[in-house]
């Protein structure tokens, strides 16, 4: 079989190195030139309960798994129950087990695993040698896998053979997988916002742990040195967005990392970085709330939330990358932006695409780099009065002080509490955003892809679901996804209005279609939602899709 | 034009007579003090919390950030992180520091941030006209406690000792020669340095009598036992050094000879790292 798509997907507990199993058979598709995504499906705990990772890939482009598997390992009896259903035509379920099972091919995991030490490590190391069996890849291929993937190369590789020869003769060459063009690097969304930042000049990033945003954390701390950059990890998000404010007024381009909760802790900072005028670059990687929520799963509830952040009339900028590529584009803009004017940048994601893995083709230098408008000197004034509102950026040391303020304050920085001060100090920091507006009416605030068919619009990790959906359901439309958020790119949208069109999005009450029909006057005449926690999966999302685009032409041609 | 009396033209609206400016006057002292000893008043950033204390940011003419209630010491310390070359001294309230934002104070000590925090002790917040502060003794009543304060109150050296400080000293607004030179060893430690300074509230709180009459000598650097049990004592109230030790500090250990305002990377060598790292 060669299907267009190919899904894998490995099941099992926590601590089986299910997610592992996903990452390696991801560079294995990767070097076969083909496209890859991957979607990890786990649970707040670090031993037992549910995980799985699925794994599409194809030659065309792909961007969103399908859970229509061709090839399941289940590495548990609750991964074979749960996952049968998601197995696709013609596809192969393998499940752990010496004796035969029905419906399933019986492949002893388990038992041959108990052969070495810690067995209960290698399940994922036999998950990738059923792959490999299933796929044609032969068993010196396998070890030489297995032996750049995995610690404790002898037993592995030996236990991978096992498996290997055990798997062969059942599922050996089932599929066969056509190799693609080129070999693309594989990134997560949060790498890819870390990177993105990373060349865009950041200094400093800030973050407490708070999923699915971790990972940009660790990301950077790992490759600090490397890349030049100061990461703290310090007692609340509080201290992280103040710490941030603070290395910021020091000439640090800063960010800081968290989810919705972790959000609202750090608002307080954000309007203070609004009066102060503090360049601030925030990542906000949502997953199921309101509250504690579903912490390692995905929505898009925080869209309001994020739009609407701290206290006063300041100038907030709100975007939202819809692809990996995307993001590491999208996070070296907004850090640029929230230099170039001064301004509280909030870069909205979610995990679907913060946690996802994907094949990405980009060009390192394409990133924008961020650099203040700079001033000095005698005389220097923090909040000079300035045709487009942005007043100069000068740093300590300075033999003419610099004075940062959370107060209401005058050009030097002094607390003010005169009637005339503060109404120019307001009007000084409005002015700032007609002078960003007019510079993002020359820059991409708006993807669309295609020209044809029923207008669908969506933002976010929701616009890879539907792209794929409409490859998967061989569906034609327009897919309109504002980057922008706010400001609102309404000199883009306006062919909107009017408009009936479909919207999709992960929020229960739909915020992206409340603020569609209310910033462009569309008509979202259908909004497919789903907030279950977990992202679209495409052929179920092509049926909907298909179903609201006759209706639509239904209602059109009455 | 820079006045050389280290003063803004800002309005001064402390009540007069107000121990604010005896810390203010004692910490211009320490900034002329420090230049004579080669530390330029430009390297010297100032930091403030929100309250009648903070008030010293608009008045004395160096660079800083007047920030929030209870989190300038995540300010300060950000700002130390961001130019680890500037001396960083924060001025916080009673309030400020033990109330909102108390868990910055610890793990600023913890961590031992190379930052100066000033905390004004008046005992009661008193911008908000006199509510009781996390210092309050039992039974005193304010506009919020009515029939008495019903907490006993912190005791900010003994928690500052335990949390990690590598400097923890206590000063009076009433005696500015000593507090200058409590400040400018401050200042001069390398590691997190804690002033508390009694600072009478003429309107609120007027404790000048009994810190006039009734204060004694902490007698340090003592060892941490020694200083932990000298920060219990309150009549004679000890003033001076309690305990001072040499310790990594956090910049050092984070970031080592890392100053991301000064050395901020060209975009050549930064897009060259990224690179590596994106792979393909």
Known sequence: MNPEVFTFLVGGRAGQGVKKAGEVASR???????????????????????????????????????????????????????????????????????????????????????AYSRPELRAGVGAVACLCAAIGVDADELEAIVRAEYPDAENNSAYARAIHGAAVGRIGGTFSLARGDRERSLLTGNQAIALGAAAAGLDFYAAYPMTPSSTILHFLAQHDEHLGITVVH???????????????????????????????????????????????????????????????????????????????????????PGTV???????AEMLALVWRYQAVGTLLTEKHLSESLMTVELDPASAAWAEPVAGEGAGYLRYRQTEDGVSPLAFFPSTSPIKWNSYEHDEAGITTEDAGTIAAMHDKRDRKLATLVAALKGARTVNRFGSDGPTVVTYGSTTMSVLEALRAGGLTATVVQPVYLRPWPVWELGDLAGREVVVVEQSSTGQFARLLSEKTRAVPRHVIRRYDGRPFDPPELAGDLDAAFSDLGREVGR | MKSDDLLTEAEKTWCPGCGNFGIMNAFRGAVRALEGRGVPREMIVMCAGIGQHAKI??????????????????????????????????????????????AHMIFAAKRNADITVVMHNNG??????????????????????????????????????????????????????ELTELLVSAIEHEGFSFVEVMQPCVTFNNTY?????????????????????MSRRTDPLPLGVFYRVTRETHGRSVAPGRNPARDHPTRERRIAAVARLVGG
């Open chain 1, 28 to 114: 294995l598709f990767a070097r076969l030139g083909r496209h890859v995504f991957q979607m990890d499906d786990y649970q707040s705990l670090i031993r037992g309960g549910h995980n799985f990772s699925v794994v599409s890939t194809a030659v065309r482009e792909v961007t969103s798994h399908s859970m229509r598997a061709d090839l399941v390992v289940a590495l548990d009896g609750r991964s074979l129950d749960l996952h049968r259903p998601h197995l696709a035509d013609g596809g192969v379920i393998v499940c752990d087990s010496r004796e035969p099972v029905d419906g399933a091919v019986a492949v002893p995991l388990g038992e041959e695993a108990g």
């Open chain 2, 209 to 229: 009598e009994r810190y006039n009459e009734r204060t004694g000598e902490a007698g340090g650097p003592l060892d941490f036992e020694a200083a932990l049990a």
């Open chain 2, 124 to 177: 009661i917040y008193a911008l908000t006209t006199g509510q009781r502060a996390p210092t309050t003794a039992k039974g005193v009543k304010g506009p919020s406690t009515p029939h008495g304060n019903t907490e006993e109150p912190l005791n900010p050296i003994a928690l500052m000792l335990e949390a990690g400080a590598t400097f923890v000293a206590r000063g009076y607004a009433g005696r500015i020669g």
């Open chain 2, 57 to 102: 940011f608009d008045y004395v003419d160096l660079s800083g950030f007047y920030s929030l209630h209870g989190r300038s010491m995540a300010t300060a310390q950000g700002i130390k992180l961001g130019n680890p070359d500037l001396k960083v001294v924060d001025f916080v309230g009673d309030g400020d520091a033990m109330g909102e934002g108390i």
């Open chain 1, 234 to 320: 310090p007692e609340s998000e509080i201290a992280v967005a103040n710490m941030a404010v603070g290395a910021a007024a020091a000439g640090a381009r800063a960010m800081v990392g968290t989810s919705g909760g972790g959000f609202a802790l750090m608002e307080e900072a954000l309007s203070l970085a609004g009066m102060a005028e503090v360049p601030l670059l925030c990542v906000l990687s949502s997953r199921p709330g309101p509250s504690t929520g579903v912490p390692t799963y995905t929505e898009q509830a925080d869209l309001e939330f994020a739009l609407h952040q701290g206290h006063g009339d300041f100038l907030r900028i709100v975007a939202s």
């Open chain 1, 325 to 331: 590529e995307e993001a590491y584009s999208l996070a």
